[in-house]
Every structure is written in C-alpha cells, then in structure tokens.
C-alpha cells in the first residue's frame, strides 16, 4: 500500500468512527508524499464529502455544547389556490358561519357520493375525514373549513351505479374560500 492510500485509509478510518477530519492537514500530508497528488486529493475530496454529509444528518457532536432551543418562527400554514377538476361546474356560497358548495341538479344522477378528506400538512396526502351518500335532488354540501385545507370529491351516479358527473375540488380553505378558484382541464 502506497502512502497516498495509508492516508487515504486513515481519513475514512476516522470518518467511519464518527471522528472529526481536518482536510487541511491530510492535503498536506499528501503534498509532502509527492507522487501523485491529484488522484489522491480527489479521494480525500470525496471522503470529506461524506464526513460533512453525515455531520448534517447526525445534527450537533456530543462535544459541543447545545445553545438553548431557538424559538421556532411562526409558520404561514400552507397557502394554495383552490383548484377544480371535472365535468361538471360547482359553485360556492356563505351563509353565516357556513361555507356551502353548491351545484346544479343533473337528471340523470341518482345519488351523490361526497368525500371530503384534509391535508394535515404541506407534505402529506389527503386523508379522508368524512363521506356522505346525498340524493340526486341534493344541491349543496356544508364544508367545516378551517386552516388545513381539504379536498372534495363530488362524485354523481345514475341508478346502474355509472359514474356520470364528477368534480374535485382541492385545497380548500377558511381564508381560500373567497379566493378565484382555478379550473383545470378534465380528462372527461
């Protein structure tokens, strides 16, 4: 084994045992070999690398002293634009405390399935909250907004069971509500 590689070596020795690696002194130690230096400069370049890259996930070493927790600034919550996808319109309407979607009576629906599912944050899926089975004559829903949006699904069937009308609507919040909503194209 040439020194280039013993020292080589030795730095990922060090990096494996979760040891601190001064790059500044092994360089040296490479340029005093002579040979060379390139190749192995490169290596230790990449040891490095992954030396700073585990500091990161493995946070603070237990040598150094933790500063007292920082306060965390107040987050905006997730701000998004509501969105709607379907072949059918759907409206919106304010009674009082009350944030109702509203939608024209199709004859040929029997039955209206609703499924109203919250994203709990910016990351995460849509999970499903509450589903409702409305007559074909329904024509609104009341949807309890708050800050984390929702997303619905308003699915119309005739009385096989074939969906006939649809219509999503995504990201939906209290202070959404009186936003513009944006259309999306539908596949139907």
């Known amino acids: 084994m ?5 020292i080589i070596d030795e730095a990922r020795k060090r990096v494996a ?21 390139e190749r192995a400069l490169a ?20 040598r150094e002293p933790e500063s007292a ?3 965390r600034p107040r987050t905006l919550g997730l701000r998004t634009k509501p ?7 759907v409206g919106r ?31 995460g899926d849509y999970v499903v909250q509450k589903e409702l089975s409305l007559p074909g004559d329904a024509t609104t829903v009341e949807l309890p907004l708050g800050d984390t949006p929702l997303r619905v699904h308003l699915l119309g069937r005739d009385r096989g069971g074939k969906l006939v009308r649809r219509a999503i609507v995504s990201a939906l919040t209290r202070d ?7 259309r999306r194209a539908s596949a139907s």
Not at 20 to 28: A, L
Not at 83 to 89: E, F, H, L
Not at 176 to 182: K, L, N, T
């Open 2 to 6: 040439d020194e280039h590689a013993k």
């Open 17 to 37: 045992a979760g040891r601190e690696v001064d790059p500044t002194s092994f360089e040296e130690r490479i340029r005093a070999t002579g040979g060379d230096t």
């Open 43 to 62: 290596q230790l370049a990449r040891v490095v690398s992954v030396a700073r890259a585990r500091a990161l996930v493995r946070g603070p070493s237990p």
């Open 69 to 71: 927790p920082q306060p």
């Open 83 to 89: 969105t709607i996808t379907g072949n059918m319109d």
């Open 93 to 123: 309407d304010r009674r009082d405390d009350a944030f109702l979607l509203t939608w024209r009576t199709e004859p040929k629906v029997a039955g209206w399935d609703v499924r109203i599912s919250e994203r709990p944050d910016a990351r």
């Open 176 to 182: 959404g509500w009186s936003a513009r909503w944006e």
